[in-house]
């Protein structure tokens, strides 16, 4: 990640290769919107990522918000931004995928 410098975050280490992970701040379990986000995005080398940030997750977390204040609030606002699906949102795609698709309606579509 050029923002990085292919750097770690936590020791400034030069990192290549099988050293350098590219980790998510919050994890695309719990958001797909900010998979692919590059604020969501830091270079840490192994040691750090599986030491620092997996086994202590708390003070990996509390180091975050204090190292990148900025980011950290993008994301906890970005975070908030959840899709908002009605029924009546579904029902519409269910009849225009059933429409484009007659034969195997939604299905046919992979959809369902």
Not at 25 to 54: A, E, T
Request: hydrophobic share 35%; with cysteine; net charge positive.
């Amino acid at each position: 990640m050029a923002r990085d410098g292919s750097k770690c975050q936590k020791c400034g280490e030069l990192v290549a290769g099988s050293n350098r992970h590219v980790s998510h701040v919050i994890p695309r379990s719990h958001s797909l919107r900010l998979m692919y986000d590059p604020i969501n995005l830091k270079v840490l080398c192994f040691h750090h990522h599986r030491n620092f940030w997996h086994l202590d997750p708390v003070a990996a977390g509390q180091w975050f918000i204090e190292t990148f204040p900025d980011r950290y609030a993008y994301l906890k606002e970005k975070e908030q931004d959840k899709a908002k699906i009605t029924t009546a949102d579904l029902e519409a795609l269910y009849e225009e995928l059933k429409a484009q698709h007659p034969r195997g309606g939604a299905k046919a579509a992979g959809a369902i």
